[in-house]
């Protein structure tokens, strides 16, 4: 996304293979996305060839930071080989020139746990990826959730739980790992006649049950933005959000927020964007005046141009 957004603007962008020959010298910036392995020999070996290395580390926490930042700075030493990703960022840190971040919260991970100052952060949100829906039509009294449906920091079980209590239709897409978690999933489902599980979906159909659906519901346990949510309160969803970590930086109080460890309070909140609404349209302005993809592509070039003169 970022890539056809600056070119749009006028920059050459290259997405990069490693296992390519590239003079990384020609480049004006060298941007990595990461919080992985490698990162250590990768930095490392990059800094030697361009200076000018932009970071986007991904951190979407699970703990507290004052843990982070000992796993940070103090778990692991490279040279007894005994290191891990997170003391890897640590090890490189000093040889990023610029950290780029999608919210508060991660700013605050990478200013006290990395110790990076200020100054060599820049917040640059996520835009939605999605065509712009113009003007919505009637919405459908059902709510849509869109993930990978297996996975545990989705809190996909309490969703159900919340929708067989609360009677609300609920609709289910996306991907699960394999036939087990599918089982899984129609097991949870039951004989529910209110839940309907639709697999994945192509990009048409995902985007006409955007526009149906009145209401997206992302009560995950964690998470860094919740790019799914963001699209359908583009097209014109109410948004019932968890009331954890960063994904309600991107909102303005214009989403419902739940704590996503209570079944009850998914459902009232579900409940409630179905009976009598939130903030649509206001939300979709917003959403669509602010993380469109042309303002935040032009934010990125700014702050990286600004940061490597």
Not at 7 to 21: A, C, F, H, I, R
Not at 113 to 132: M, W
Not at 156 to 167: M, Q
Request: proline share 4%; with cysteine; glycine share 6%.
């Amino acid at each position: 996304m970022w890539k056809e957004g600056l070119e749009k603007l006028g920059e050459k962008v290259t997405l990069v293979n490693l296992w390519e020959n590239i003079d990384f010298s020609n480049y004006d910036a060298v941007v990595i996305f990461a919080m992985g392995a490698n990162i250590y020999k990768l930095v490392n070996n990059l800094s030697r060839i361009n200076k000018n290395i932009v970071l986007a580390p991904i951190i979407d926490p699970d703990r507290s930071d004052k843990v982070y930042k000992f796993l940070f700075k103090y778990y692991g030493s490279t040279k007894l080989a005994l290191s891990n990703h997170f003391h890897d960022m640590w090890t490189i840190k000093d040889k990023v020139k610029l950290w780029l971040v999608r919210s508060e919260q991660e700013r605050h991970y990478v200013n006290y746990c990395l110790e990076i100052p200020q100054d060599r952060i820049a917040k640059v949100p996520l835009n939605y990826r999605v065509p712009n829906a113009g003007i919505i039509g009637k919405k459908e009294d059902f709510c849509l959730h869109v993930s990978r449906l297996d996975a545990p920091n989705k809190n996909v079980h309490r969703l159900i739980e919340a929708s067989k209590r609360y009677g609300f239709k609920l609709k289910l897409a996306g991907h699960v790992f394999g036939e087990k978690e599918r089982k899984d999933l129609l097991k949870l489902i039951g004989n529910s006649t209110n839940i309907e599980y639709l697999g994945e979906l192509s990009e048409k159909r995902l985007l006409e049950l955007y526009c149906s659906a009145k209401v997206f519901a992302l009560p995950s346990l964690r998470e860094g933005v919740g790019m799914a949510a963001l699209e359908a309160a583009a097209y014109g969803c109410e948004i019932v959000l968890t009331n954890i970590g960063a994904p309600k930086e991107y909102y303005d109080g214009k989403a419902i927020l739940v704590n996503p460890y209570s079944v009850d309070e998914i459902g009232k909140g579900i409940e409630k964007a179905l009976n009598k609404g939130f903030s649509q349209p206001e939300l979709k302005e917003f959403v669509e005046s602010r993380y469109n993809p042309e303002s935040i592509c032009s934010l990125l070039n700014n702050c990286i141009k600004s940061h490597l003169k």
